[in-house]
């Protein structure tokens, strides 16, 4: 079995510590040059078509741009404090707001660490602070930031759309209802074990305070707006303006005069950490070298940099992808699952056990390049619906961010609660629970994540 | 066709961009593999790799120049690059109806456009039908007017973006798996195509109705690496080129049915289709027909007047 | 742990540092500034750049292509160090140092494929040669006619035309230029990880990935540096 031979490669070299895309495209390399006619060049031409040729991906380094943007421009605490105003009285409330938060932050942002980083910081402290457990407040948020692919904009949705053809638009509309779902499940458990175990409350602060909080939030939450009318429109009122990769570029144009001049937390306005920021009257010229201030340059260096990060994983498993094809692997997979007579049942648990197993080592979007085209001809053969089945593995993924040994929620939240990563796992996984019995409610459900998508843009259409 | 190829067959990938069994290219490539693997069965294998899985239509004449595949059949207007003859396909109204096309094709202009690139190191083989374009948008296009103004989905070709300027509407380069979603929310406003993609993509569904104006081609070229080919057992390659004619013929043949039942099933799926008087086509022609100076040095008046010569004897 | 970005740094390094991070800044900057601008004369003029999408792409590639390379300099790419950190100190050593002789590789492959590839655009014989190049091919016909879709010629590259397109004019960009990036990048790839193999000899760095310390881990997502 070559394709034994391939995948031993690439999780050989993956534990002695070569890097996700090295391990993915020097297996790929070895693999054509041995057992096909193909040449290297090839492999250079995939590398620069990763980019060049797929369009939907190119949503990625735009929403990395403007989730940068939100979270260097001090959008999240003024999100943090709007969610405390909302959710705080409730028994468990400081722990609701959190999840609160980071359901919002996860409609701004298309990425779970960010939105871990970004809450985290702000209300793991407040959670101490009033007497929650360090391990209660950060099992919450570990798993709550995972809301940031499932909530839209997602970009394990972009790669999913990109690497199967369907609309990004689509994917996103998806994954409105089991996010809120999600989140959902998240808060109801919260109050529970608050009523059982009398965990505190905070004081209710009144309308005035929800008002004069969402009044700071709303040039923040207005991203939101934009990002959903620009793409959706408002039958009756306006058409879409603009497709889901293009509302990526615009919302980092928005964030960044949102941050450089509203927020002014960042750029030639801003005067520091407690001072109050220039007004832009008085320093007019500011509309021109905010575009190349240093906190601007530094904020586009950044969010450059984790686009090559990413986009190089991506590349490597598309390489990977590449050679699959050529051999031929995705039809005798195929062949071979419904030789076996799987049903559409086992096909989803088998589904979503491979991506369990794979979302241990592999990072999100590399691993939904590979694994989607292996497993995408089998669901359209057995019926199931291909945006039900994006929504499958977005959740499969959710888990995989929060499971060791490579989960980076639990990377980042071990560092934002100051605790060792296997003291974060262990409060992680009252939450894990939840999170599984809501993967399994989204895979036997399918009208969970088809229902708002097919009501608004009718039943998906398959042209291949 | 994704049969493995048996140990000493010489295997020949053919990579396209459409289904297998619906598209009518996907069709004939389907059968061309089918044929090819029974009759020269032990010989030669054909391999199809639909739905761009392995190269889109940009990459993969890059790719078979380089040796990586040995067969594909990218749209006409793919090969503008290679050779700028072969912007007569994209000229508005330049070809009556589909025999005409088929008479061009079959002349000895059309036979020279295949071996045109061959300094390019590409063989043409056969010319594959798709069909005539049609017109659609969110409003109703009668007049040439109509269009004036709106945004219309083009392919990236210079012929494409002129002729959609010469109605005063904007061109809008997008990629193909946007275009549903971009016209149902009004990202863009109509497109072009034939009825076999409109009814394939659902184009109609999300748009208030098709124009039956037949001002423009969709067509594909079946082509070969020229290094590939005639490295060849002379038997073996004779034996490719006469099972690719007899496919091309029998699918070829059969466009007008595959045409006229897409579009009546645009019909029956409760698509709005437009027909035009002969004055209202007239209109059209005439608001269009600008581009052809345009483009009469690229193509070569010799070929138009080829190409007219065939309308009238359809 | 692994990396050595604070080392004292020279001149010049600083400097070249300075220059790939603006680079990797401005491409990122223009990419979404030619979007909005044909997102918003698309919505308001009824206009567009009709090479705009093509050159956005092309600058993704050059962004992500040269950032790679970044990537092996500042040791920021992912991979999984759960197995590596339960190793005593020699055989870890060890580990490493088969790893970024894997890097190598990689990178040595790519190098010979980036070039055969990019080498018949340029009117530039191939490599022979399957796994390692052997000499130059003869006769491989050159590309050097192939230009982009929509991007329009630019008056600096008009010597092209003689150089390597027998004298024909190009009414678009060829596409030997955006393609030069990849034989670059790779070569810069290349130099990158054969330094960071030559600090892994020397002790001065313990892998080629990212490490998971959490105190760093904040500290890099706080700088946007994880986006998953
Ligand atoms: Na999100
Ligand atoms: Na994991």
């Known amino acids: 079995m070559d394709v034994v031979f391939l995948f031993t490669m690439v999780v050989g070299l993956l534990l002695i510590g070569v890097p996700i895309a090295v391990s993915l495209g020097l297996s790929s390399m070895i693999f054509l040059l041995m057992f096909s006619e193909t040449s290297l060049a090839s492999i250079a031409q995939s590398m620069y078509q990763a980019m060049a040729g797929h369009y939907t991906l190119l949503a990625i380094p735009f929403f990395i741009l403007a989730s940068s943007f939100m979270s260097t421009g001090g959008v999240a605490k003024r999100i943090v404090r709007f969610s405390i105003a909302c959710v705080g009285h409730f028994p468990g409330g400081l722990a609701i707001a959190g999840v609160f938060a980071c359901m919002i932050f996860a409609a701004l942002s298309g990425s779970s660490p960010a939105t871990v980083v970004a809450i985290g910081t702000i209300v793991i402290a407040a959670m101490r602070q009033v007497g929650y457990s360090k391990d209660f407040a950060a099992g919450v948020i570990c798993n709550a930031g995972t809301l940031g692919i499932l909530i839209p904009p997602s970009i394990v949705m972009v790669v999913y759309a990109s690497a199967t053809d369907v609309s990004v638009g689509r994917m996103f509309l998806a994954g409105v209802i089991p996010g809120l779902m999600a989140g959902g499940m998240l808060m109801l458990t919260i109050y529970l074990i608050a009523k059982i175990k009398n965990l505190p409350k905070g004081e209710w602060a009144g309308w005035s305070e929800i008002g004069a909080s969402f009044r700071e939030a709303f040039w923040g939450l207005m991203l939101i707006v934009i990002i959903m009318v620009g793409i959706y429109g408002i039958p009756g009122i306006t058409k879409a303006i603009f497709t889901p990769t293009e509302a990526a570029a615009v919302a980092s144009v928005y964030a960044f005069i949102v941050a450089s001049f509203i927020y002014r937390d960042m750029g030639p306005l801003s005067a520091g950490e407690g001072n109050a920021p220039t007004p832009l009257i008085n320093k007019p010229h500011a509309l021109l070298t905010a575009l190349w201030h240093k906190d601007t340059r530094h904020t586009l260096f950044d969010a450059g940099k984790l686009t090559i990060m990413l986009m190089f994983i991506i590349a490597n498993a598309l390489i990977l992808k590449h050679v699959l094809t050529d051999e031929q692997i995705p039809q005798q997979i195929a062949e071979a699952m419904l030789s076996a007579g799987f049903g559409k049942i086992m096909f989803l648990v088998m589904v979503n056990v491979i991506l369990l197993i794979g979302g241990q080592f592999m990072e999100p979007s590399g691993l939904i390049v590979i694994v989607a085209p292996l497993v995408f001809p089998i669901a359209i053969e057995l019926g199931v619906d291909p945006i039900h089945l994006g929504i499958i593995m977005v959740v499969n993924m959710e888990i995989g961010m929060i499971t060791p040994p490579v989960g980076l929620n639990l990377f980042v939240t071990s560092g934002v609660a100051g605790m060792p990563m296997m003291k974060v796992v262990r409060a992680a996984l009252p939450f894990l629970a939840v999170l599984f019995v809501f993967l399994i409610l989204v895979t036997y459900v399918p009208f969970i994540s088809t229902w708002l998508p097919t009501t608004l843009m009718g039943p998906e259409i398959i042209t291949n | ?314 | ?228």
Not at chain 3, 124 to 137: A, S
């Open chain 2, 1 to 314: 066709a994704s049969a493995a190829c048996d140990a000493g067959e010489m295997v020949i990938k053919f990579s396209h961009v459409t289904n297998t069994d619906r598209h009518p290219k996907g069709i004939a490539a389907t059968l061309f593999a089918e044929r090819v693997n029974t009759e020269m069965n032990g010989k030669a294998c054909v391999e199809v790799y639909p739905n761009s899985t392995l190269y889109n239509d940009d990459q993969v004449l890059e790719a078979m120049l380089q040796g990586d595949v040995q067969m594909a059949a990218p749209s006409l207007s793919k090969f503008e690059t290679f050779t700028k003859q072969f912007r007569i396909f994209d000229l508005p109204f330049m070809f009556k109806n589909m025999d005409a096309v088929d008479a061009f094709q079959n002349s000895d202009t059309g036979q020279a456009m295949k071996e045109s690139m061959v300094r390019r190191g590409l063989l043409g083989l056969d010319f594959w039908h798709n069909g005539l374009k049609q017109f659609s948008a969110n409003k109703p296009l009668i007049s040439p007017s109509d269009a004036s103004g709106l945004k219309f989905r083009v392919q990236p070709s210079d012929v494409l973006v002129a002729q959609m300027e010469a109605l005063g509407a904007s061109p809008q380069p997008m990629a193909f798996s946007e275009v549903y979603g971009a016209l149902q929310t009004g990202v863009v406003d109509g497109q072009e195509n034939t009825w076999s993609n409109i009814y394939g993509q659902k184009f109609f569904e999300v748009q208030d109705g098709i124009t039956e104006t037949n001002h423009g081609l969709i067509d594909y070229m079946v082509v070969t690496s020229v290094d590939w080919w005639e490295g060849l057992d002379a038997d073996v390659r004779d034996q490719l080129a006469t099972i690719m004619h007899e496919v091309t013929a029998e699918r070829n043949a059969a466009i007008g049915e595959v045409d006229s039942s897409n579009r009546q099933a645009v019909l029956d799926a409760g698509g709005v289709i437009r027909e035009l008087t002969a004055e209202q086509r007239q209109a059209w022609v005439d608001a269009m027909l600008p581009v052809w100076s345009k483009f009469e040095a690229d193509v070569g008046a010799d070929n138009i007047a080829a190409a007219q010569a065939f309308n009238a004897s359809n």
């Open chain 3, 1 to 228: 742990m692994s990396s050595h970005h604070d080392a004292p740094q020279s001149g010049i390094a600083r400097f070249i540092d300075n220059f790939e991070e603006t680079l990797i800044a401005v491409l990122l900057g223009l990419m979404t500034v030619i979007t909005f601008v044909n997102v918003v004369l698309r919505y308001l003029f009824n206009s567009q750049l009709i090479w705009g999408l093509e050159v956005v792409l092309i600058l993704f590639a050059w962004l992500v292509l040269l950032g790679i390379s970044y990537g092996f300099k500042k040791t920021s790419h992912l991979g999984v160090d759960a197995v590596t950190n339960l190793l005593p100190d020699r055989p870890r050593r060890i580990v490493a140092l088969l790893s970024a002789f894997a890097c190598f590789a990689y990178a040595f492959l790519l190098m010979k494929g980036a070039y055969d590839y990019w080498a018949p655009f340029a009117a530039l014989q191939p490599t022979e040669g399957r796994w390692f190049p052997l000499g130059f091919t003869e006769g491989v016909r050159d590309r050097a006619f192939y230009v982009t879709d929509q991007v329009p010629m630019l008056g600096i590259f008009r010597w092209l035309e003689d150089a390597i397109n027998y004298g024909e004019a190009y009414d678009k960009l060829p596409r030997v230029i955006p393609y030069a990036m990849i034989p670059f990048a790779a070569a810069l790839i290349l130099l990158r990880v054969v330094q960071a193999t030559i600090r892994i000899i020397r002790g001065t760095q313990d892998s080629l990935i990212v490490s998971h310390e959490a105190e760093e881990e904040v500290e890099r997502v706080a700088h946007g540096e994880y986006e998953e």
